[in-house]
């Protein structure tokens, strides 16, 4: 079988993993919502800042369906040593990591779509201006922090730090980058850091695919970086990938 | 097979972790078709030798040889042609029985029939089970099934039976026999005195990183081991020798109780089992480098 089949065929089973536990399925997709339905009550009819805020929990959901999910998921498959058993099979490393990330993939998706459909018929605030730009930055996004994220699962020692390790990485980058304010309100320095990091582009992206209708001209700058965190994400998840845990070599 | 080269060929092997060498320069072949034993106690470094040869784990230096490839390039055509059961690895928590075989079924070129290697096992009545939902020894079935789906033609077996009941034990053996039958070759790692005496071919026993004695199973047990002669003396104390060739000494033992005119009472005269040998070789107490002279020299009389 080709490379793509087994990748196609780790996919298929990657999802049903996914259904088959449902009740991590169900809160998984909870987040999103929780935020959407939380900053809908507070800012009803506030236009201005519900433009803002919902490209950034878009922005959130790409991040948490992917850098968070995959961080924790490869640790979880490491400890296990579902890793190391698949390491001894024909199976190519991308193969497999093409069926993983595909399924965290797909999640993105469905919470993208989600988010579209809550900010059309709840928040009222039409359909996306760019469906191009959405699927563009959509793809960037999750390329890039699936990519970070698997690169960063190598740095967490076991399945138990791996709830610390996210969200010290993942609660100050959504602060920082504008998820539930205008990141121009930010002091400078943050500012700077924000934009030196990947989500604040894909927001930018987002927020011109929903709300403000940039074209990629105007976005030139965010689609360059998350072009190369997308590479160093590439380069470090390939380069640390042990599939076994941290005794065996 | 068709070149005469060895299955498994192992020169010289070392494996050094953090400065603690545990294996410490280890030398054997595995012929096609053979069932070769690794025997030895907790940490003589059975696993660290398997896991190097299945490309699992880096040596540190030494030659190492695997169906003609090296196992440390871990390339493709070599996973095609094992099947690995590792002495612990995980699963899908939620993936069922049928499916798992299934899914591993299709990695490989030319698989055999799960359904087919489900009934070998014996997880029949366990095929839509949940593997979460697996006892201990079920989920070890199932290791022995996933890495059989493949129809590998060398399989390594890191303590493949640990956790069964006596009759998995012995159904599982049937199972390794079959294997045989079919001309596979087999590297397992047992703690089982009994499991080695039934399956191998040969046995090699491990302790502290080396070999201490290598043979087939019946031939570490009596011919190529030592005699033990056990009587009780004029004052009925007992008293035991061991000795290469036992005629001088039962000649001397006779003709002295002749001479007294007493008989010779508890006389028994045994060769050591495998048991024995292992017992032996293993349990010694002292430090690890006589040890390995011992081994060395005991080594050197089995051969
Ligand atoms: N990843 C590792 N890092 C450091 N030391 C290790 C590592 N793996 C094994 N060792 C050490 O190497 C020695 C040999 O271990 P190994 O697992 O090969 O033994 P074993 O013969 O398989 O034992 P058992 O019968 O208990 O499975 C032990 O002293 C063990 O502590
Ligand atoms: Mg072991």
């Not at chain 1, 998350?226 to 390939?238: K, Q």
């Not at chain 2, 699963?91 to 290697?117: C, K, S, T």
Request: a negative charge; charged letters at 20%.
């Amino acid at each position: 079988m080709g490379d793509m089949a087994l990748a196609w065929r780790q996919y298929r089973l990657e999802r049903r993993m996914f259904w088959r536990n449902p009740t991590a399925a169900f809160f998984s997709f909870v987040l999103p919502l929780i935020f959407l339905v939380l900053f809908g009550a507070l800012l009803s009819g506030d236009r201005e800042n519900l433009e803002i805020i919902v490209p950034g929990i878009a922005g959130l959901s790409v991040m948490a369906t992917t850098f968070n999910a995959l961080a924790s998921q490869m640790t979880f498959l490491r400890d296990q040593g579902v890793l190391k058993r698949m390491r001894g099979t024909p199976l190519p490393a991308n193969a497999y990591l093409a069926g993983i990330i595909g399924n965290a993939a797909t999640n993105a998706f469905v919470q993208i779509i989600i988010v579209v459909l809550a900010g059309r018929l709840a928040f009222d605030l039409g359909w996306p201006k760019d469906w191009l730009v959405l699927v563009v930055f959509t793809l960037l996004g999750v390329a890039c922090f699936a990519s970070i994220g698997v690169a960063f699962s190598h740095v967490i020692p076991n399945f138990e730090a791996s709830a610390a390790y996210t969200n010290i990485v993942f609660l100050p980058l959504i602060f920082i980058s504008g998820v539930f304010y205008d990141v121009n309100d930010v002091p400078a320095f943050l500012h700077d850091i924000a934009n030196a990091l990947p989500l604040v582009h894909v927001i930018d992206g987002l927020s011109a695919a929903l709300v403000t209708g940039a074209d990629f001209g105007d976005l030139a700058s965010d689609l360059g970086a998350l072009a190369v965190w997308t590479a160093a994400g590439i380069f470090f998840a390939v380069r640390g990938f042990s599939w076994s845990g941290s005794r065996e070599e | 097979m068709s070149d005469g080269a060895p299955a498994i060929l192992v020169r010289d092997l070392r494996k050094s972790y953090d400065g603690h060498e545990a294996v410490r320069g280890l030398d054997f072949e595995v012929a096609h078709g053979e069932v070769f034993g690794l025997l030895g106690p907790n940490g003589a470094g059975k696993t660290t030798t398997v896991e190097i040869l299945e490309g699992f784990r880096e040596r540190t230096s030494g030659i190492v040889s695997v169906l003609g490839f090296d196992p440390g390039e871990r390339p493709r055509e070599l996973r095609e042609r094992i099947g690995i059961v590792l002495q612990s690895c995980g699963i899908y928590r939620h993936i069922r029985v049928a499916e798992a075989v299934r899914h591993f079924a299709g990695l490989y070129p030319a698989p055999r029939d799960p359904d087919e290697v489900i009934a070998i096992v014996g997880l029949d009545a366990k095929r839509d089970a949940l593997a979460r939902t697996l006892s201990g020894g079920q989920l070890r079935r199932l290791d022995l099934a996933l890495a059989l789906v493949g129809d590998p033609e060398l399989v390594f077996l890191d303590e493949p039976t640990t956790g069964f009941d006596p009759a998995a034990r012995r159904s599982a053996w049937e199972t390794i026999r079959r294997l045989q039958e079919l001309g596979k070759t087999v590297l397992l790692t047992t703690h089982y005195l009994d499991e080695a005496q039934a399956l191998c071919d040969r046995v090699a026993i491990v302790k502290d990183g080396r070999i201490l004695a290598e043979g087939p199973p019946a031939e570490l047990g009596s011919t190529a081991a030592r005699y033990r002669v056990t009587w009780s003396d004029e004052h009925g104390e007992p008293q035991s020798r061991e000795v290469d060739d036992p005629t001088a000494l039962l000649h001397q033992l006779t003709s002295a109780a002749l001479a007294r005119g007493k008989p010779l009472s508890d006389l028994s005269v045994t060769r050591p089992t495998l048991e024995d040998v292992y017992l032996d070789l293993t349990a010694q107490a002292g430090d690890a480098a006589e040890q390995g002279e011992n081994a060395a020299e005991q080594a050197e009389e089995v051969r």
